[in-house]
């Protein structure tokens, strides 16, 4: 983990500048379990989130954002979920 306590959940970090857009996502399968993102701003406020509760994909985008380091946070809602996910991070 990079940005907080690690048990059943995963954290990132990302650092992004001045006036950029910053899009995460997570695909996961979600037959397997259901999988939620979190996405934390420089000063640790919520700066968006994705609760889906039928897709394979998980995605935040975040546009013209401050410069600094956001976290990324990815859990399960139920604690007897085991998936595998893919996360990325773009920023532009």
Do not use: K, M
Not at 63 to 82: N, P
Request: hydrophobic share 35%; proline share 3%; with cysteine.
């Amino acid at each position: 983990y990079v940005c907080g306590p690690s048990a059943d959940e995963d954290w990132f970090r990302v650092q992004v500048g001045a006036g950029d857009d910053l899009t995460v996502q997570v695909d996961h399968f979600h037959f397997e379990g259901n999988l939620e993102l979190e996405v934390y701003d420089p000063a640790n406020g919520l700066a968006g989130l994705s609760y889906n509760a039928g897709p394979n994909l998980e995605e935040v985008t975040l546009e013209g954002v401050d410069a600094g380091d956001y976290c990324i946070r990815i859990f399960a809602r139920s604690s007897l979920t085991e998936n595998g996910y893919t996360v990325s991070a773009q920023v532009r």
